[in-house]
């Protein structure tokens, strides 16, 4: 019986994703070209642009989904406990475990930042997700009265902001562990709590 | 009169500092060769070889003596205002106008990360000499009792990442204004200033 359609499909692209990440892991990702990629999936040329196009397009589609799964973890989480408190604390717990067990996707983001404007594109459709979605979540406590009525975007981009730099030490400068990491956004975000939690 | 030798010294070091700074920002870091930051100087191979090992001995030096001017002038503030409390937010306002009057150095800063090792290591000269100052400020404010004695590791290396992050968004990204770069900065750290002062 063949492949479904869909299936196959499914199977190809993501075929295709796991060689890039390979390939930008092993040589980083100026010195990969579609071609190298093409040529470690197995599939002809057409293959690769019947789904991308071109090698900014892969980069940009596996960090869309990476913020994704990182909105989708936290998400979860939510659905396990209700104070406010404990929820601002334990998602980047949870953020940053998912970084954490992403280390390649993790190493791709944390290297490629600054050097083309194509690439500073794709990162900042990643970066505004989160935020957005940290924005929506910091603004649900002020709504609900758990938090101050502070300015909510400053606190945002600092918390990504604190997560993209420590993920920074870990995985590229190797100058902490990753429980230290875990550790270091924790600890950060319980004094940062207690300017945000409103005490009346 | 000839120049005095180490006025000269000085004016030729500065010269080659300033020339590769200018390359940098115009073809980029990693597009700027040793040889045509001499061209540009106008000197011979053999002065620059006087003052520098190689264009990452370059980095790290305008890296350095960034960190130092940026130490300054927090430093010089402090001896202006004696709140703690005003000192920890407007120190922060004093680091990113030292950021913005530096256009070019902040480009390069925001631009060289991740993409060798080398490079990260003068980032991260940079970067510890900048967190070791902010370490030391919060110390001595938990010392004078108007400070929460928290870890403190943590709260630093999260307000050089905000002062980073949205020096990045500013400088690279041209998506927020200098104004804006500055208010996020301040904004942030009031709402940490509030859960790290001391309220008992």
Redesign the interface.
Known sequence: MPIPKLRQNKERRQRLTECAIDLFIEK?Y?NTSVREIIVKSGFGTGTFYNYFIDKEDILKALLEEFAEQIISGVSTYYTTEKDLYKRFIETKRVTMEIFAQNEKLSEIY??????SQTI?NCL?QFEDKLIDFYIRNIEYGINKGAF?N??V???A??I???E???L??WI??K?ITKEEMV???I??H???????INNK
Chains 1, 2 share one sequence.
Do not use: W
């Open positions: 980083g100026f944390s290297r490629v930042a600054g050097t500073d900042k101050n502070v300015s975007p400053p606190i981009h600092a990504l902001a604190v993209k730099f420590l920074f030490k590229v400068l100058d550790a270091m956004v600890s950060f319980e004094t940062l709590a207690k300017g945000l």
